[in-house]
């Protein structure tokens, strides 16, 4: 299964070719909705994003400034990276999305940003709809934030702030970050264009003010969209390669060597990319998925066809994702007859024999993908919508229904 760029990183590339001087390229982007909305809200603050060619878009350097009105649909990334890249632009900037993004928690960022400068009106309780109100300049300084709820915090205070005067230096206090593999994507996505950072002192990041230069981004296949298709091999006791799996990576996906390993596969890192075997057995899973909360939905679905329980925990954060995928898997794993437990923070998963059902996916890509693994095993199984995979990986229908006959690359 050929799968297209990674989300997390071609929404930094767009972010940081947007802000840096001169031309940028990103060699296999993702193009799917939530990039597809970064690419546009960067083009309505007058940024140069160029597009139609599939394999190669390029970002010219621009004065970003508004008015603009910026749509971020349901994406976190557009959502946390983009205010503080609105407030370098002069004009204002309103920020609004789709229905549910409106419960989606902005407020640590928004304080955070208030913070260090910059005028924000919000819709009461710090939620979208909001207008950042940029001047062009952005003090900057140092900032504590609670980024308990979202790493995405972080890595939005952090991507624009080489054009902050004095730089930033964010602490964060609260309960763990999670998705600690994120934040070094930042990190080494922002040193890699040109920026000082100092991330040696947990929960504390620090960017030096300073110029990025435009450069070269070559985006790494999505690891957590391969999720869906590696879980397959281990449901149907067949195998799935992914060509150019990174050797070394930040994606959280990465860790789908070693969880499906432990969840009864083999998976074996090649010249070739990532092939993952089923043995024909799928064993419970106890994990802290705080890193790499978004894997959450496929393991929860390879655990409710696992021989021994599961328990899922330290993603407390993960209610507040596309929905509360805690009370949806919950929810839904139970209507096919799983016995699942909800916790404050995770999931007990105790298998029992499944039978077809209809699945809510609530407009949750990875709910979508979830069901998917699940139907290959449990006749019946129908998805309210599979549109909804259009926000991170919009040939999943097509790729899913060719690897299950056998067509496709
Ligand atoms: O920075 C990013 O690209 C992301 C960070 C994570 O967010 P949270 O820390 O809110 O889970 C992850 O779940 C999301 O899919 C992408
Ligand atoms: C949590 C996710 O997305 P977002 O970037 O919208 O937070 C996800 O893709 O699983």
Redesign the pocket.
Known sequence: MRLPGSK?MT?RALVLSAISEGSSTLRLPLRARDTELMAQALRSLGGHVSTPDETLWTVRSRPLHGPAAIDVGLA??VLRFLPSVAALAEGPVSFDGDPYVRKRPIAPLVNGLRGLGVRIDTAEGDGLPMTVHGTGTVPGGEVTIDASR???FV?GLLLAATGFAHGVVVRHEGPPV??AP?LRMTVQMLRSAGAAVDDSVPDVWSVEPGRLKGRGWNVEPDLSGAAPFLAAALVTGGSVTVPDWPAATTQPGDRLRELLTTMGGEATLHADGLTVRGTGRVHGLSADLSEI??LTPVLAALAAVADSPSRLTGIA??RT?ETDRITALSRELGKLGADVTELPDGLEIRPRPLTGAAFDTYDDHRMAHAAAVIGLVVPGVRLSDVACTSKTLPQFPTLWSDMVTGGGD
């Open positions: 997390s929404a976190g990334t979202s790493s995405q890595s999670p998705s994120h909360g978004e954060h993960i994702h």
